[in-house]
């Protein structure tokens, strides 16, 4: 099967340890020249077969080939940002994508040689990097390991990242109108593509399941969403998913602010110089953007997501997913988050990392006013022996993530959809132990790529016990497998209730835990939080309050 006749053309896959994979799939045209800034286009139709064995550039972002560049482009615009707003140094040069380019609407599919007649269930994963970085052909998340071990057919689609997708110049003018929630414009056009297409390659377009970690995971919450994705799939994952603006998705005057300060940056009179302007003078704005929010808000400190009000969005995840009736929801959902979720951002917060009580308060009081010191008192009840920065990271993990994730849990599982819940809770070991079990730790688990140079990508992974590592990255396999084969569970991992919140443990020991972050929600309640919306309409006051006009 290494050559598949799909509705485009054909193309020629290549074959390894009993999967074939087919790299650089084209899904739309290539949103270069004229398209740059426009809705995705059908690709070009070829007739000639189509080499599918080389990997595709990632959307344009920051690496070593143009770091260089980008560096003096933000000296010439702002002489007072000193460098790149890099990633934690924890994370080094794991989401580098060297292959990088405008050109990026690929998508890569790795098909397993074993696989049943009636066609195999599909996965299509979108993936995380705050819609900055990584790519669908990220190392960590590539599909044959996945793929040989369990049966199904796995998807990684590219989407336009950074300003090219998630800045939404067509607020500004109607020359761009078409530039607003491009990215998400990208990811459904992707979907499409899969759904049309799969069958090709043995896949059963009746058994498709979408999922993503962190940005891939508000991928999958648009989609939920917005009615132009009905029946383009069966069921959805979400992991470590945060639906609040402005980390996944804007309110217009927000988006638009961004808009405006990417051409005063840019030194722009004609916001239609966009369509020709060098790409790594975006990438330098992206960094210098960061100015504009300090340092230890409790609110995102990368403005690039989808805007509520543009096409496709009409509202943000928070609000549909946690408090509306969906027209068309999945028949089944997964949502997972990790134990301590914020460790990953504690490279950007020195409170985090060694500050003082009063430090933590002030952070703790953009949340919750006057009842910050009795939520931070509850936490240091709860996990005695927590450091006040520890204290900090566990409130940020549920307030961010967990604690929308159960909303959207309570609220899906009343509508009849069949709603599983896990935390992944494997403590790791590198870094001097300081991360745990962290945000995007649950990656190699899933994807069983485990290797010493896979490890290698992430330090945290330094010096872990490898035959625990393998055992619960089974268990993660085994449910996920049976979850995106049937919507069922593996084993003794039971469905969430509202009424009965029952969570799967995912750590060296792996057990259904019933009523595990109860006390963190007592305790977030307590502290003012009066729902999902309450704390979105706070974020939001917090984020404009708090923006930063000067340095």
């Not at 230890?296 to 690039?304: F, G, S, T």
Request: proline share 6%; charged share 20%.
């Amino acid at each position: 099967m290494l050559i598949i006749q799909t509705a485009d053309g054909p193309l020629m896959g290549s074959t390894i340890d009993g999967v074939t994979v087919f790299r650089g799939v084209p899904y739309a045209a290539a949103p270069i020249g004229d398209l740059r800034f426009k809705a995705p286009r059908p690709v070009v139709p070829w007739t000639d077969i189509r080499n599918a064995k080389a990997a595709s550039p990632a959307s344009l972002q920051t690496n070593r080939n143009n770091l260089q560049r980008v560096q003096e482009h933000i000296a010439q615009m702002d002489p007072g940002v000193t460098g790149l707003m890099a990633w934690p140094p924890y994370v080094g040069a794991t989401y580098e994508q060297p292959l990088a380019s405008e050109d990026c609407l690929y998508l890569d599919i790795w098909v397993p040689e074993k696989r049943p007649e009636a066609g195999s269930p599909v996965y299509v994963y979108y993936h995380g990097g705050a819609n900055v970085v990584s790519s669908g052909s990220f190392v960590l998340e590539r599909g044959e390991n996945l793929a040989r071990e369990t049966g199904m057919i796995v998807v990684r689609p590219n989407n336009r990242l950074g300003a090219l997708g998630w800045v939404h110049f067509g607020l500004l003018d109607d020359r761009f109108n078409e530039a607003i929630n491009l990215g998400v414009q990208d990811q459904l056009a992707a979907l499409r593509w899969v759904h049309h297409n799969i069958q090709a390659f043995g896949g059963d377009a009746d058994n498709i399941t979408i999922g993503g970690e962190s940005a891939g995971a508000t991928a999958v919450s648009h989609l939920l969403c917005m009615s132009e994705s009905a029946g383009l799939y069966r069921r959805a994952i979400l992991q470590s998913l945060t639906p609040f603006n402005p980390w996944c998705t804007q309110q217009l005057p927000d988006a638009k602010w961004v808009a405006q300060k990417y051409i005063e940056l840019l030194g722009l009179t004609d916001i239609g110089e966009l369509a020709h302007i060098d790409p790594e003078r975006l990438l330098a704005v992206q960094n210098i953007m960061g100015r504009y929010f300090a340092a230890d808000m409790a609110i995102a400190w990368r403005p690039l997501g989808a805007v509520a009000g543009g096409p496709l969005v009409e509202v943000t995840p928070a609000i549909r997913l946690s408090t509306e009736v969906l027209s068309a929801p999945p028949a089944e959902v997964m949502i997972g988050f990790a134990k301590d979720e914020w460790q990953f951002f504690r490279g950007h917060s020195k409170t985090v990392r060694e500050g003082s009580r009063e430090d933590v308060l002030t952070v703790l009081e953009q949340i919750f006013a006057d009842k910050a010191g009795e939520v931070l008192e509850c936490y240091e009840r709860l996990h005695p022996g927590h450091p006040e920065g520890h204290c900090l990271s566990d409130i940020m993990s549920f307030v961010y993530f967990k604690y929308p994730s159960l909303a959207i849990a309570d609220n899906l599982s009343k509508q009849g959809v069949r709603t599983y819940v896990y935390q992944f809770s494997f403590d790791l070991p590198g870094v001097d132990g300081e991360l745990r079990a962290v945000h995007t730790g649950n990656i190699p688990f899933l994807f069983r790529n485990m290797t010493a140079l896979d490890l290698a990508c992430f330090p945290s992974f330094e010096g872990i016990d490898r035959d625990a590592m393998e055992q619960s990255s089974a268990h993660m396999g085994r449910h996920y497998s049976s979850f995106i084969a049937s919507g069922a569970a593996e084993g003794d991992w039971r469905e969430y209730q509202a009424e009965a919140p029952d969570i799967l443990w995912f750590g060296e020991d792996v057990r259904t835990v019933s009523h595990l972050l109860s006390g963190e929600k007592l305790a977030v309640e307590q502290g003012g939080v009066s729902g999902v919306l309450a704390l979105e309409r706070l974020l939001v006051a917090n984020l404009r309050q708090s923006r930063q006009t000067e340095r």
